[in-house]
């Protein structure tokens, strides 16, 4: 596997984002950081492992919830500096704390909002 791209930690301090899309659906279900720990321990155990900025450790999506991000695929943009997974949501599917599929819950512009231009 010589050619995996190496992550570039450095641009953001030693963090990447990791975008979490469901793949069946599409549909992006959360973002969170990683760092090169996270990361190895990610593609380690085949499930996303994230860098917890506030608790200052290791957070594996789901392992008080049950609603772990079973990695189907892994890939980085051109710039090898943010992780996108695509993920098998285990449990009860819903990701976000707060009980919901997905974390992007609340608009920012509404759709006729935005289609007015």
């Not at 992006?28 to 917890?52: C, Q």
């Amino acid at each position: 596997m010589s050619d995996v791209p190496t992550i570039d930690f450095e641009k953001m301090e030693g963090l990447v984002p990791g975008i979490v899309q469901d793949a069946a659906t599409g549909q992006v279900l959360m973002l969170g950081f990683l760092n090169e720990t996270s990361y190895a321990k990610s593609l380690e155990s085949g499930f996303v492992t994230f860098w917890s900025r506030t608790r200052q450790k290791l957070w594996m999506k789901g392992e008080s919830s049950g609603n772990r991000l079973r990695i189907v695929t892994a890939s980085t943009d051109c710039d090898n500096d943010t992780l996108l997974f695509r993920v098998v949501v285990e449990g009860d599917g819903l990701v976000c704390h707060e009980g919901t599929v997905s974390c992007f819950t609340k608009p920012v512009i509404a759709e006729a909002e935005a289609a007015r231009g």
